[in-house]
C-alpha cells in the first residue's frame, strides 16, 4: 500500500479588498490627519501652564502670602508642579498627534495594521472627534478582507 501525501491546509477564503472599503481606509486617513492636526494644536494650549510656572520658579510671578499663616509649601514648588505637568499634557499630546499622523500614513499605504489598531484605540481618548473616529477605525480595520489587504502589502 502506498501512503498519500498530506494534503495542503486548508486556508479560509477571504473576499477582496472592496471599493468601498478603499474609499473609508482613504477616507479615515483623512481623518486621521485632521483629528492629529487639531490634537497637536490643542495640546500646545498647555504651554500656557509651563510659562506661568517658569514665571513662579524664577519669581517674576510673586507668590505673596499676605498676613496669613505660612504656606505648608513653597510656591516654588507649585511652579515646578505646574511645569512639570505642563509640560507632560504638551509632550503626550503632541506625541499622540505624531502617531495619529503617521496612522493616517500607514492607512493610505494599507501597512502597520496594528499600530493602526493601537493609534485608533488611543484616539478614542481625544473627545469627542477622535473617539468616532478610533471606533470608525476599528470597525474597518477589524474586517477580515482590509485585514487580509493589509497582510498581503506586508508581504509584498
Same mark, same amino acid.
Given at each position: ?27 479615515? $486617513? /483623512? ?5 492629529? $492636526? ?8 498647555? /504651554? ?35 511645569? /512639570?505637568?505642563?509640560?507632560?499634557? #504638551? ?11 503617521? $496612522?493616517?500614513?500607514? +492607512? ?6 496594528? +499600530? ?8 478614542? +481618548?481625544?473627545?469627542? /472627534? ?9 470597525? #474597518?480595520? +477589524? ?14
Amino acid at each position: 500500500m502506498e501512503a498519500t501525501p498530506p494534503l495542503p491546509p486548508v486556508t479560509p477564503s477571504v473576499p477582496p479588498l472592496t471599493p468601498q472599503d478603499s474609499d473609508q481606509l482613504r477616507m479615515l $486617513a /483623512i481623518g486621521h490627519y485632521v483629528v492629529a $492636526a487639531i490634537t497637536g494644536l490643542f495640546s500646545l494650549i498647555f /504651554i500656557l501652564h509651563v510659562v506661568m510656572g517658569l514665571a513662579i520658579v524664577n519669581g517674576a510671578l510673586p507668590m505673596e502670602t499676605g498676613d496669613g499663616p505660612p504656606p505648608p509649601f513653597a510656591p516654588q514648588n507649585m511652579g515646578w508642579i505646574f511645569v /512639570i505637568m505642563g509640560g507632560a499634557v #504638551v509632550l503626550g499630546g503632541l506625541t499622540l498627534a505624531g502617531f495619529m499622523a503617521y $496612522a493616517g500614513r500607514c +492607512l493610505t499605504q494599507r501597512r502597520r495594521h496594528t +499600530l493602526c489598531l493601537v493609534v485608533a484605540g488611543l484616539s478614542c +481618548l481625544v473627545t469627542p /472627534i477622535g473617539t468616532i473616529l478610533g471606533v470608525f477605525s476599528l470597525v #474597518v480595520l +477589524l474586517r477580515p478582507q482590509v485585514r487580509q489587504a493589509f497582510l498581503s502589502n506586508a508581504v509584498a
